[in-house]
């Protein structure tokens, strides 16, 4: 059985992260529209971007 073989693009993104005044982090991704995240740290909110990139990557 021959072996398919599986591209992937990896691509890399500057994230925007804001301390907000209630705790926590919001980030955006200024190169993709829309793509914005939070988290309660940010070791969540990083993580958190990371799927949203990853979703808006599906979605377009």
Request: proline letters at 3%.
């Amino acid at each position: 059985m021959a072996k398919k073989k599986i591209k992937k693009d990896i691509l890399t993104f500057n994230a925007v992260f804001s301390e907000e005044d209630a705790g926590g982090y919001s980030v955006s991704v200024p190169a993709l529209p829309g793509c914005f995240s939070q988290g309660d740290d940010f070791e969540e909110a990083a993580k958190n971007i990371a799927e949203a990139i990853e979703l808006y990557k599906v979605a377009t």
